[in-house]
Structure formats: C-alpha cells, structure tokens
C-alpha cells in the first residue's frame, strides 16, 4: 500500500465533500476504503486523530471502533478540538451507553416523533443495519403493541434469540410478553409479536380486533412483487399474495409503519417505460419513500475472472493459475483466501452444485489440515441420526458447509453459527444465502449467473453480492466472480417494483380483487368480482369463513364446498373416523384421509402435490396417504431410513424427504387441508346447528403437519430448530416418566441445543 497516496486521496475527497462537491454516499465509500487500507498498518497518535475525526465527518463513528478488531489500541491520549468535536458529534447518535446508530440511521430515527403518523418505505444496502433501526424506534417511541414480520421462520427465531438472550435487548424482555405462535390464550399489556406474513395473517383470522397494533415493521418488503421474488423453492407463485395481504392488514388507521428491504429500484415518471401502481400505493396510504440504495457502509470489491492466469485482487490477495478449469481456479482461489486466515461463501445456481462443488473441494485435499474437534458433537450427532455417509457430514468433517432448502432446518441453522464462528472455513449455498441468513464473510465467490435454469436480475445479483462483507466486522467485501456472466446482471438496467393491486393494468388474480379499490379493477374484474359474490350467497357462507386462509381464493373454497355437500354418508363417516383416529393415536385413517385428498384435488396447483395425489397403488391409495402416515409415524428420521432400507443413498434420501416435508407437506399440503377443515366444520355446524367453534375438524393433525408439534413448547422449539429428540421431549413433557427417560438419552449436541431452547421457552412463560 501506497499509504501517503492513500491518505492524500482521503483528504482530497474530504475537501470535496466539506465544499459539497461529492454526496455523502461517495465520501462514505472513501473512507471506508481507507480503513481497509489502514487497518494493518502501525497508527501512531496523529492517524488515530485523523481516522477519529474522518469517521464522525462520514457519520459513521463505527469504522473507528472496529479497528479494535484488528488489534489496535484505539485509545487517544491527549484531544484536539478536531477529537473533541468528534466525540462530541459522535454521543448524539448514541441510543443507550452501549448502543449508537450511524447517521443514516439517525436520519431515519429522527423521522419518527409522537403525535403524528409515521410511515415509511426504506430501500437501504444489505449493509445499512434496517433491524437495527427497527428496535431503536420501537424503544424511542414507546409503542405498546408491536408486530415484527419476517420473511422466514429462521429470522424469526433469530430476533427472538436475540431479544431473549442479548444485554442491549433487556428493555425488551422487561416491558413486552413476546409472542410467536399465532394461537395467543393470554396478552400482555405491552405484547410484542414476531412472525412471517402467513402466520401474521393467521393471527389476523384468529383475532380481528383483539390487538390494536401501534406499529408494524415488514422485512424484504419486495416479495409484494411477484417478479421480484427470490425463492429457491419453485411454489406457486403465493408468497407475493402473502406479502400483500400482511401489508394490507398492518396498514390499518393510525398505525405507524416501516416497511423495507435490500437494493429495491423504482420507477421513474419521466421513463417512458413508467409504472405508477407503486407510487399510487404509498400516496393512498400516505407512506414517505427513504432510497438509501446508494450508501454501501462496506464496500464491494469485484474481480472477473475470467481466462486471465495473474489476477490481483487487492494488496493482500492474488491469483497465479496454471489452468482454465473452473473447479481447479475454484481450488486456488479457495487456497489463497484460507492462507489469509480468512473464510468464504460459494454461490452456486442449484443444490445439486453444492454438493458437486463440495465434493470436489474434499477430492482436491485443499482443506485436509481442517480441524474439526471444536464441533465434533455436532458431527457426531449427524453422523448417528443420519449417516456418515451423507455429503454433508463429509464436508463438515473438512470445514464445508452446504446449505440449500432441502437440508434439514436446525442442521442449516447450526452450519451458519459454525461459519459465523470460524469454525468451517467454506460455506457452499444457493439463494438460501439472501434469505432469512445472516452470515459474515469477507469473501463470496460467484460460481454461475442464474437461480435455478433462470439468469439473475440486477436485484438478486445485488442483494447475493450484498453477503460479501459485513458491517462491524469488515471494511470492504470480495465479490469474486469466476467464470460466468454475473457481472452483466450487476450492471443490468434496474426493474421498478410494482404492486398490482394499485395498477388497473395489471391483471388480477382472484385474491386480489377484494382487496384493489374499484379504480384500479377493470370492468371484467367487476364483473367477476360481483360473480363471485352471488355464488357465495347462493351457498349462505359468510364472510367470516372466506376471510380465514385468505391465500387461497374464494372461488376455491366455493368448489371445496359443493365437494363436500356431494359427500355421501359413508364418506362422511370416514372423514369422522379420521379425526377420530388422529386424536387418539396421532395417525391417520387411510379412507378418510383418501376422501379428503379427493375433495381438495379440484383446486391443487402445484403438479408435484397433484401427482403425489393422483399416483394410486394396488390397494388404492394415494402415495401421499402413505407418505403422510408414515411420516406421522416415524418422523422425518423414519422416513430416511425407509428411503435407504429400499438401497436409496443417503444424499438422495434426505433431499427427497426434505423435499416432501418442506415443500409440499408444510407447505402446500397444510394450506389446502386447512381450507377443507373450515369448510367441513361450517357445513357440519349448519346441519348440527351448532358453533362453528364447538365442531370438531382435522385441526390438530394441521398443527402437527405445520410444526409437527401440538404443544405450546414443542412448537417453540419447532421454530427454533431442534433434533427431534428434543422436540420429543417437550411434547411429552407432561408424562414425567416419559420425557426423563427421552432427556436421558440426549447426546452431548443434543443436550447443548436443549439448553438454548429452554431460556427461550421459560422465558415466555
């Protein structure tokens, strides 16, 4: 390093900034590049004046203190005015004596005052801190309820660890009784609620108007645009109506509002490919824009590479290859940055990639020298519940972690807190890594230009590119990007988000017509709306039915009901003997469930779903009511090892029952047998003349499916990610003899993941 240039440029982008001839964004990115530049440099009193001082002219105080990271003595002995006007400045964005916010932070803070209402839409940087700021107004504002809703079940569990266990949380902990579960038997005077959008809207169903929320905060807020939607999972295309459902419901009168997510662009009224629905959405329900896309708090440093042999990175990193061969770059590359002390994320296209590529890093030796033993418990664990075998497992024993959708969710979870730690030195991941993922990384390496067989926008390229690099842990990310066309899409022309409920354009679904205003329908869409409203008449259900399992529309739920009215006693019967059988033995009756996969198969969408259905054996049942049984039986565990009795390999056996639990059990499953379970207790509650309450329906086999847990504390730490000892363990917790005797037989992983559980558990009590 050049260190008096490096310095003279700082100073001169200084002078610019002081005369307003750059934007703070662009004077941010100077000096966080120079702390990159700086930190293993030796820092005599005078540089620690000048990097205080620079530091708090940025806004950014931070980049100060996180030079302690790299061993230095930060302390400064005798203050000039310049220092003196730093920590002045620098105590205006403290919140509490542990905890500041950066200026842009602040900014957003500032906005917020009582009074009034305060409803903002930010657009920040995947480095910005949006939670963070999130907690900060909540704590100024004094809000008696809040509902926080996040993407994924995983953030979920985060944040709740992180109020639960974190001494910056403890105001928290002490003021609001915190809620996850949408089935809430006691409120507290102050309740805060963390959930997804589905669970949100469940709770909505649940209680109307119990709770009067005084303000809401939406993460990845873009999922209200289908088109913006990153999913590794192909679904049916549902979790924008999600999104737009919870928007529609947070928004309620005199509810304070931040919605936000990484890198979203917007349309311009002077383009003349202009959209206006979003702009129309955040002036009817009065929301203020906040773009801070262009403020980087860590850089991003790219590198294509592409049949180049000498590649200079930076000061510190570079690149002699002897070959074009993509997996032998990979390997280099992955040697250099592991000699630097340093670890990274691999982004592939597919699962199927993670595991190639993680195979041929263990074939390539290059981590041979990995020690394991910090988290041979964990390896242990996996290797006795599942197999040896299994890629994972192999990978972990070298310092590799896989993640994608269809490994098992607390495995996921721990392979992120092993990565975090230092303890794996590679973690190879699809999209996952954009969602409901914090991870910390220096280095990424982009090994392909598409999700799954479709290439990346410019929005998922940015927010992946976003994983390289993390505030309070680094100055600058890496984004190395090998052999493919990634860089075309992070400097793609941006796509404007959309909300077609405000877009008289846009064509509708079902859904959606009932809850656009009459401006932005179409005649067609009147008419259809007006058509569905006759046939709900004619059938005499009521709203309050059609409002619960709002994703799916109503016209499904008419056809769902003339299924059922069709059913003849002995279909009727069977259906009863099925709930009978659940509620005794937590199985099911084959005929009744057959009866029901046949109401629901007229409004199933997804073909994996149809032909799980529609596949019948000799004896005439569907693969699913087998699938399903056996799942009830033995468990996830169970289900792989009746894949691997049957010579499936172990790999194979675990994606194919992730696939079936995740996906279409938890997921599309449950959705369309909670609409049949409403539908069954109205019609039985009009022929018996009794409460929709007092029927009896497939209820508790729906929260098995979901959770697969019944209780209260199972489904706590059903959330959290748990083995499935210990999710057995509380929910038999009531059988002391039992679940002694199941915590007796914890291995040593099993017992460390039941302590974290349990102050989370007993702290919701």
């Not at 590198?303 to 280099?332: A, M």
């Not at 997804?606 to 799942?631: A, R």
């Not at 209260?712 to 959330?719: L, V």
Request: glycine residues 4%; contains cysteine; neutral net charge.
């Amino acid at each position: 390093m050049d260190r008096i240039k490096e310095t003279t440029d700082v100073i001169i982008q200084l002078n610019k900034f002081k005369s307003k001839q750059i934007t703070d964004d662009v004077f941010v990115k100077s000096v966080c590049d120079y702390f990159d530049a700086i930190k293993s440099e030796n820092l005599n009193q005078s540089d620690l004046k000048f990097l205080k001082y620079i530091s708090n002219i940025a806004g950014i105080p931070h980049y100060y203190d996180q030079l302690n990271s790299f061993n230095k003595i930060t302390e400064i002995e005798d203050f000039n005015l310049n220092t003196f006007s730093s920590l002045l400045y620098e105590s205006t964005l403290h919140t509490s004596e542990i905890r500041k916010v950066h200026r842009y932070q602040m900014d957003i803070l500032n906005l917020f005052a009582l009074n009034q209402r305060n409803r903002y839409f930010l657009s920040a940087s995947t480095s910005f801190g949006k939670t963070h700021i999130v907690f900060e107004i909540i704590k100024k504002m004094n809000y008696e309820n809040v509902v926080l809703i996040f993407p994924t079940i995983a953030l979920l569990s985060e944040n709740l660890e992180r109020l639960i266990s974190e001494e910056a949380y403890t105001y928290f902990r002490e003021k609001y009784k915190i809620h996850t579960l949408s089935e809430v038997t006691e409120f507290g005077v102050n309740n805060l609620f963390i959930y997804t959008p589905e669970r949100f809207l469940s709770f909505k169903e649940k209680n109307p108007s119990t709770i009067i929320f005084n303000f809401a905060f939406i993460d990845e807020i873009y999922k209200i645009d289908n088109e913006y939607i990153l999913d590794e999972e192909v679904r049916e295309n549902e979790r924008d109506v999600a999104y737009r459902l919870s928007v529609f419901y947070a928004l309620e009168d005199n509810v304070d509002v931040l919605l936000a997510g990484p890198y979203i662009d917007f349309y311009k009224q002077k383009q003349g490919n202009y959209n206006g629905s979003f702009d129309n959405f955040l002036s009817k329900n009065g929301i203020t824009l906040l773009n801070y896309n262009q403020f980087e708090i860590v850089n991003k440093a790219y590198s294509d590479i592409k049949i180049k042999k000498h590649i200079e990175v930076d000061n510190e990193l570079q690149f002699d290859f002897q070959t074009n061969s993509k997996k032998e770059r990979l390997i280099e590359i992955i040697r250099n940055i592991i000699s630097l002390k340093e670890n990274t994320i691999i982004y592939c296209s597919t699962r199927a990639y993670t595991e190639n590529y993680a195979k041929s890093i263990l074939e390539s030796g290059v981590l041979n020298n990995h020690s394991s033993e910090s988290y041979s418990d964990f390896i242990t664990h996996i290797s006795n519940n599942f197999d040896e075998d299994w890629v994972v497992v192999k990978a972990l024993q070298k310092g590799i972690g896989i993640h994608h959708g269809l490994v098992p969710k607390y495995i996921q979870k721990e392979i992120i807190s092993l990565f975090n730690n230092d303890k794996l030195s590679v973690l190879l991941s699809t999209t996952t890594i954009t969602e409901g993922v914090n991870t910390s990384a220096k280095n990424l390496i982009v090994l392909h230009s598409k999700k799954g067989d479709k290439e990346l926008k410019k929005f998922d390229a940015k927010n992946i590119a976003g994983r390289a690099g993390r505030f309070l842990y680094h100055y600058s990310g890496r984004v190395i990007v090998l052999q493919n066309d990634f860089m075309k899409a992070i400097n793609a022309e941006p796509q404007g988000i959309k909300h077609k409920n405000y877009d008289l354009q846009a064509p509708k679904d079902e859904i959606d017509l009932f809850y656009s205003n009459d401006e932005y329908l179409s005649e067609t869409d009147k008419k259809k709306k007006i058509d569905i409203k006759t046939e709900q008449e004619e059938r005499g259900i009521p709203d309050e039915i059609f409002n619960l399992y709002k994703v799916v529309s109503r016209f499904d739920k008419i056809i769902i009901y003339d299924e059922i009215i069709k059913l003849n006693t002995v279909k009727n019967e069977s259906i009863k003997n099925l709930i009978r059988v659940f509620n005794y033995k937590m199985d099911i009756d084959y005929d009744g469930f057959q009866t029901i996969l046949k109401v629901i198969r007229p409004i199933v969408k997804n073909s994996k779903l149809q032909f799980l259905i529609d596949h019948v054996g000799t004896n005439k049942y569907s693969t699913l009511t087998h699938l399903t049984h056996f799942y009830l039986i033995d468990g996830f565990l169970g289900s792989v090892r009746f894949k691997m009795d049957n010579d499936m390999h172990v790999d194979k056996a675990i994606s194919e029952t992730a696939e079936f639990v995740y996906n279409t059990l938890k997921y599309q499953l449950v959705k369309y047998l909670g609409v049949f379970n409403i539908i069954y207790r109205f019609i039985q509650s009009q022929i018996k003349n009794k409460s929709f309450d007092e029927i009896i329906g497939i209820d508790r086999l729906l929260v098995k499916l979901e959770y697969n847990a019944l209780t209260d504390n199972g489904r706590i730490a059903s959330d959290f990610g748990v083995p499935s000892n210990v999710l057995d363990y509380y929910e038999n917790i009531d059988n002391k003899i039992k679940s002694d005797k199941i915590k007796s037989i914890f291995d040593n992983y099993e017992k460390s993941i039941f302590n974290k559980v349990e102050k989370i558990i007993n702290s919701s009590k």
